[in-house]
């Protein structure tokens, strides 16, 4: 696949630009943009990507941080692959694969100023409680739900960690496909977006 000049600072780069797999989750570009947003990434910046799927959020917290580093998790080896041909794509060398299951792959690594949570395999859980000891006072966590149950578990963990300016915020986009002479819109499924800030002390 030949490599993309995406010289443009803005986040939001368009899904088809991506290597994709069907069978491997993307966060979408609209999602992507808010996300990035609520990480308030810096330059130098440490940052996970827990459940990396496809790396397209990894890819554009690597664009954005210049001599940051980005920690892409993901335990599904297509996966890894779809994350490393992304990393290639656009030409980033600040993306490190960490193949494995979750949180047990989050104890190696350095300490994190902002982590992005999304997808959990069914060990949420155990995720927000290893983020919340590797991640440095001060530093934001983020995470997207896709489900029901997910939401009001992320936000109590938050709350009774005494995590400050929590926020969800839902998101749903939908496009206009062509249809014939006309356009319908074509809704994606709801994504609520989780942030907070770890207490300094």
Same mark, same amino acid.
């Given at each position: 696949m030949s490599?993309? %000049?995406w010289p443009f600072t803005t986040p939001g780069i368009p899904d088809h630009l991506f290597k994709r797999d069907n069978n491997i989750p993307m966060t979408k570009q609209e999602v992507r943009m808010i996300v990035l947003g609520k990480l308030r990434l810096f330059p130098g910046a440490v940052v996970y990507d827990v459940g990396a799927g496809t790396g397209s959020v990894s890819v554009e917290c690597a664009l954005q941080l210049k001599q940051g580093t980005v920690y892409a998790l993901e335990? %599904?080896?297509?996966?890894d692959e779809l994350v490393e041909a992304n990393a290639r794509r656009f030409g980033l060398s600040n993306i490190k694969l960490v193949p494995g299951q979750a949180p047990a792959t989050m104890e190696k690594l350095p300490p994190a100023d902002r982590i992005?949570?999304?997808g959990s395999a069914g060990v949420l859980a155990g995720?927000?409680?290893t983020a919340h000891q590797k991640l440095k006072p001060g530093g934001w966590l983020v995470a997207t739900a896709v489900t029901i149950e997910t939401t009001p578990?992320?936000?109590?963990f938050l709350a009774e960690q005494g995590y400050e300016q929590v926020e969800a915020v839902s998101i749903t986009v939908a496009q206009a496909k062509p249809l014939g002479k006309s356009h319908l819109w074509r809704g994606q499924n709801p994504v609520t977006v989780i942030s907070g800030r770890k207490p300094r002390q």
């Open positions: 490599k993309v %000049d335990k %599904d080896g297509s996966a992005f949570i999304g995720i927000l409680a578990q992320v936000m109590r």
